[in-house]
């Protein structure tokens, strides 16, 4: 049965850090496409990062590029979201996605109907 779990979300104030980590069980990670979405309240999901476990390509959204790293392990079938200079409009539940299909294109940010398997969520809150 394919899982994953995310976890290290939390309370933290505003310009701080947190790390996010998405751990995969029943399947490998050797050439899937891993996604972060997030959904704060009465907003739509939207993609925020993704990365290639084949080959490492990253994609960021504007909105936390420059602050936030998308990072895979393979070896710990986890993949980790550094998130810096956080800021209260981060405030969100963080989900991470997997999908074996998809791949990932510079510039081409992810989307939920490409991703088949995910996580329960994680959240994210940003005090200002």
Do not use: H
Not at 60 to 72: C, E, N
């Amino acid at each position: 049965e394919v899982q994953l779990v995310e976890s290290g979300g939390g309370l933290v104030q505003a310009g701080g850090s947190l790390r996010l980590s998405c751990s995969a069980s029943g399947f490998t990670f050797d050439d899937y496409a891993i996604g972060w979405f997030r959904q704060a309240p009465g907003k739509e999901r939207e993609g925020v990062s993704c990365i290639s476990s084949s080959d490492g390509r990253t994609y960021y959204a504007d909105s936390v590029k420059g602050r936030f790293t998308i990072s895979s392990d393979n070896a710990k079938n986890t993949v980790y979201l550094q998130m810096n200079s956080l800021k209260p409009e981060d405030t969100a539940v963080y989900y991470c996605a997997a999908d074996p299909l998809t791949k990932v294109v510079a510039g081409r940010p992810p989307y939920e109907y490409e991703y088949d398997y995910w996580g329960q969520g994680t959240q994210v809150t940003v005090s200002s």
